[in-house]
């Protein structure tokens, strides 16, 4: 029973860093009917951000775990640099395909994918104190997240489920309130359900599919931040596998439906730990 228990909390661990990317997937399409496959790159733009932001910034020192949590880590979570590739990648990748045909975004969406990542693989080690990313990086530890846990008789919760599990209830409130109570969030929900009505009402269409992406953006940076806390490293790669698990789980959860992605999150991230555990990897 605890090894069941074990890999349920690793299970909605893993659940919770999903359904964070799927609610990008489902923000996008629910307004615009794209399935934005560059999304995981998204991700690990976040991750790559938030290494930078740490670099850049420096190790607080004096009481590493206060300053980290309340002054490094929100920088960090905020995700500008996931923010500013997804606004670009609607301006220039997206906006001018919006009336073509379906396949021609999806295509769009597929180069994207591979230009960001070839970017950030050859590029990232040009910018002044950086480390080349052709190969994994190592991210950076926080005290008090980073191996730290607690044990609950046989059940070892590790400090970074936690965080991961505790961001995703603080995100997924946020996009309730924002939702349903700003005008913003209304804005979207009557251009997705009709964007020309939308459009006569006085709603800048263009600017809601931008808040849209910016929305996903933040989510999905906040996932590479648990990411690498979680797993201890980053790579260029990490955004294809989780990307495609995260679209699965926003299908699962009835794409276009945001609470829904964050079911189908979970429920994937659940199944995929106590399968691995009882029925083996392979």
Known sequence: MELFFQQLINGLSLGALYALIAVGY???YGIVQLINFAHGEIFMIGAFGAFA???????????????????????????????????????????????APRLAPLIS????????????RLFFGRIPGMPDAKSDLAFPS?????????????????????????ALVLCTVFLWIFVDRT?????????????DTA????????????????????????????????????????????GLKAFTAAVLGGIGNIYGAVVGGLVLGVA???????????
Do not use: C, H
């Not at 005290?143 to 505790?166: C, D, E, K, N, P």
């Not at 005008?183 to 964007?195: E, I, L, P």
């Open 26 to 28: 489902t923000v996008v």
């Open 272 to 282: 995929e730990a106590l399968a691995s555990n009882y029925l083996g990897t392979t």
């Open 183 to 195: 005008k913003t969030g209304r804005a979207m929900v009557a251009t997705s359900q009709d964007a």
């Open 199 to 242: 459009r006569l009402m006085g709603i800048n269409v263009n600017r809601v599919i931008v808040s849209a992406f910016a929305v996903g953006a933040v989510l999905a940076a906040v996932a590479g931040v648990a990411q690498g806390l979680t797993v201890g490293n980053i790579g260029f790669r990490m955004g294809f596998l989780a």
């Open 109 to 120: 969406a597929i180069g994207v994918s591979v230009f960001l990542q070839e970017l950030v």
């Open 142 to 166: 926080i005290s008090g997240i980073s191996g730290a846990s607690v044990q609950m008789g046989g059940v070892l919760i590790r400090a970074s489920a936690i965080f991961t599990i505790g």
């Open 53 to 99: 932001t740490w670099t850049i910034m420096g190790r607080p020192t004096g009481s590493p775990v206060a300053t980290s949590l309340l002054f490094i880590l929100p920088v960090m979570l905020i995700g500008g640099a996931s923010v500013a590739v997804a606004v670009a990648m609607e301006r220039f990748a997206y906006r001018p395909l919006r009336n």
